[in-house]
């Protein structure tokens, strides 16, 4: 090894030790560098710089003061470089800037900060973690961590931009890393507790104190050529022991205006179905499935707002159909209306009743035609009677037929109404004619009106005697009062009342 070299102050038994001062000469223009080198190492490593305080055995251990002098009256203050060395055969150095461990207080402070300036913009603080340029190699990264602690609170970690009293106050980005295949993800963690509540996820927009308030985007990017967007999902974690956390959407209060309005929409669609929009509620294994209530605002100044479910318009196809489905099970849900004060339900659509009972009055009503069918019965009650309304009524079932068609004696109308005509067409005078009407609308109870129609013999007049009902049919028993024979058939018209 080469010879040692040392250049030592002073030592004292009873004050200070002595300074040691390296000073490079003054210039008339430029003054002189001071440089410390390690020593080359030709076939091994170079030489270490090492520069300590001194050590306080009973007190504080000496500061390090590592700075460039104050600027003259027209130029800069001098640059500060801290960097290691190139490496053309592996890794280059590492840099560690740490302060060191405390056992009876708190570890040191680090603090980066630019200087301050009055004229144009303030400097810069940059961090960045080292490229690669070697295959399956990843980019160096970036860890900003606040110290842990086992007996208290972990420390905080604040990422601020710059407040301003004369303009905008300073953006703050969070962009991950732009990628050949993936871009990089951009994660937000609350911490997680062990024993205790798990921290949150705090974003809010910036107060305005004489303005709007800042807006809040979280939207997805634009897909590219042959993808499609990103999803969003807003949701609760899953809990084992209690009720999973709740999630709510709303628009803030206004004192002077109206409340924002909130709007949930897909996106259009050139190439497909327009997109979906579905709400479910929970299902449970041990208790009544979620509930969904839609509820619009209560006005006491005003009217109250309404509720509308529009189905979708298709100008060249069929429109929407708009569904009210309520619940299968051992027994099928209901539609239920309930009385706008009371909450009382006055009205039940369900699979087998359509009962408005609990109103004292129901109008229906149309502009046009107003049709009720039914399949099989359609029933009629009322306990003070029904009235028509002082209206025409029309289309009654009616039916057709004449005596001995088929069978002398009998023909067969299965109507409420109709027409009979009859058998012999030269009634003797004083003769009776008897005939068997079978229509499976009469029973034994019915009330059959009968009346003579269309009689085109002038001669002969009639008595309908007896006209007696039973199960299925009816008999009619006509007497000709005239002195003359019928020339003609004659028309009896029936109606029956059950």
Known sequence: AGGDASLTAGSSTGGSGGDLTLNAGAGDTTGGDVTVNGGTGSSSLGGSVTMSSGVGNADDSGLMNLNTANAGSTGVS????????????????????????????????ITVAVGSGNTGVGGAVTVTAGSTSGTGGDGGQVSLTAGSTAAAAGGDASLTAGSSTGGSGGDLTLNAGAGDTTGGDVTVNGGTGSSSLGGSVTMSSGVGSADDSGLMNLNTANAGLSGVSGAMTLSTGISSMG???????????????????????????SGGNGGDIEFATGSSSSGAGGAVSVNVGVSSSSNGASIRLNAGDAPSGIGGN??????DGSSSGSNLFANAATSFNYGVISESTFDFSGLSTIFLSSSGTLQLSAASTMTLSAVNGISMGNSYVYDFESGFGTVGSDVSGQVTINSMAGVITSETSSLLSGATEFMVIFNNRVSASSIVMISVGENSSSDCYFVLRNVTPAAGQFTVEAKNMSEFACASNYKLNFFVIN
């Not at 800037?97 to 402070?109: D, F, N």
């Not at 708009?322 to 619940?327: A, C, I, R």
């Open 322 to 327: 708009l569904y009210f489905k309520p619940g």
């Open 243 to 269: 009720t999973s956390g709740a999630l709510s959407l709303s628009t803030g209060s206004s004192s002077s205006g109206s409340s924002g309005v909130m709007s949930l929409g897909t996106g259009a669609s």
């Open 78 to 109: 001098g640059g500060m470089t801290l960097s290691t060395g190139y490496a053309t055969g592996g890794s280059s150095g590492t840099m560690g800037l740490s302060t060191g461990s405390a056992v009876g207080g708190t570890g040191g402070a």
